[in-house]
């Protein structure tokens, strides 16, 4: 191994995610297992920029493993996309004397740390934390689960009124350009329909398969719409819908950030936890430029250019299945 990491520093940074503070606790923790000094930065690459930098111990990531947000807190930084920026937060890293970086957050993040890298030729790992689970290279990100399950819940509850109603309900769930979370949302909660940005569903595709709830006499209906997607979100889907098809008085739901708050799932603890304490072991092991991922319930790395660059497929088939199942 002989490696010279001995202190190393942790943060957050864009969009908040359940689980954030599980994969802090475990890289404090892993890191104390192996004695190294471990710090906190605030605010993401705007704490680094500014030297908003703590020591963490055992006991300061106490307590935190069930809680939503990231006691780190964190910011998107436009200083960090300057060159000077990057080199105040450098600055910030050789005055504390840190050896590396692990960076918890999604394709912003990563693309300030790869830059960083470049410049630098600082040691940085990436955690993929991000609910919109957007990053390839890693089957899930931090937090996607959990967001899954908090649009569902809320799905489950307007499933009542819709059905009490008759109506029809366009639920527009997060993903400014991933209908990851839309996708599993529609599938977990029975939708009849679900529109991502990944594959543009011509509106007169849904109009028709509206239709079809006529014929098979279903009282009411679901639809979730990714906020990306790319003819338009809820709203505006369900305006052009009601022109156009008048069985079902139409109604508009927005999860919004309800979806980036609460106690994260099992399944996002675990992931956090397995995903901290690779990026430590992979720190130690001379690891860098990397994002340390899941795939096939495997911990991997993955180069950060590619976690940035390359796409991560999302199974089209699957987008067939509400019309099968409804
Ligand atoms: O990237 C996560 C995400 O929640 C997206 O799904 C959403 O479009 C965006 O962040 C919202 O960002 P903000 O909280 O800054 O409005």
């Known amino acids: 191994m002989g490696n010279t990491v001995k202190r190393i520093a942790v943060f957050c940074s864009g969009g908040d995610a359940p689980g954030m503070n599980a994969a802090i606790r475990a ?12 710090y906190g930065i605030y605010n993401g690459y705007d704490g680094l920029i500014k030297g908003d930098i703590t020591r963490l111990e055992k006991g300061d990531v106490a307590n935190i493993i069930h809680k939503g947000g990231t006691v780190l807190k964190t910011a998107r930084c ?9 080199q105040k937060a450098y600055n910030t890293l050789m005055a504390n004397d840190i050896d590396a970086i692990i960076a918890i957050g999604g394709n912003g993040t990563f693309t300030g740390a790869s830059i960083f890298y470049s410049e630098h030729k600082f040691p940085v790992i990436g955690i993929p934390g991000t ?12 937090g996607f689960d959990t967001a899954v399950n908090t649009a569902i819940d809320s799905v489950d509850k307007i499933r009542d009124t819709a059905d009490s109603h008759n109506r029809l309900f366009f639920i ?3 993903g400014r350009d991933s209908g990851y979370i839309a996708l599993y949302t529609g599938l977990g909660s029975g939708a009849s329909g679900i529109m991502i940005p990944e594959s543009t569903i011509d509106v ?21 719409v990714a906020e990306g997607n790319e003819n338009g979100n809820a709203q505006e889907i369900a305006d052009l819908i009601a022109k156009r098809f008048s069985d ?13 708050g609460g106690s994260p799932t ?8 397995r995903m901290g304490h690779g990026a430590v072991e992979g720190l130690l092991a001379g690891q860098k430029n990397v994002m340390c991922g899941i795939h096939n319930n495997e911990v991997v790395f993955v180069p950060l250019k590619d976690a940035i660059k390359k796409i991560k497929p999302i199974d089209d088939s699957l987008l ?3 019309a099968k199942l409804s």
């Open 204 to 224: 007169d595709v849904l109009v028709k398969e509206l239709e079809k709830m006529v014929i098979k006499k279903k009282l009411f209906g679901l639809v979730i």
């Open 248 to 260: 079902y008085e139409t109604k508009v739901a927005v999860i919004g950030h309800l979806q980036r």
């Open 27 to 38: 890289v404090v923790r892993i890191g104390n297992y192996h004695d190294l000094h471990v």
């Open 320 to 322: 067939s299945l509400p």
């Open 172 to 174: 527009e769930v997060m």
């Open 78 to 86: 436009a200083e960090f996309m300057t060159k000077e920026g990057r």
């Open 266 to 273: 099992a399944m996002d603890r675990v992931l956090a936890t």
């Open 131 to 142: 609910i919109d689970n957007d990053i390839f290279g890693t089957d899930y990100t931090i």
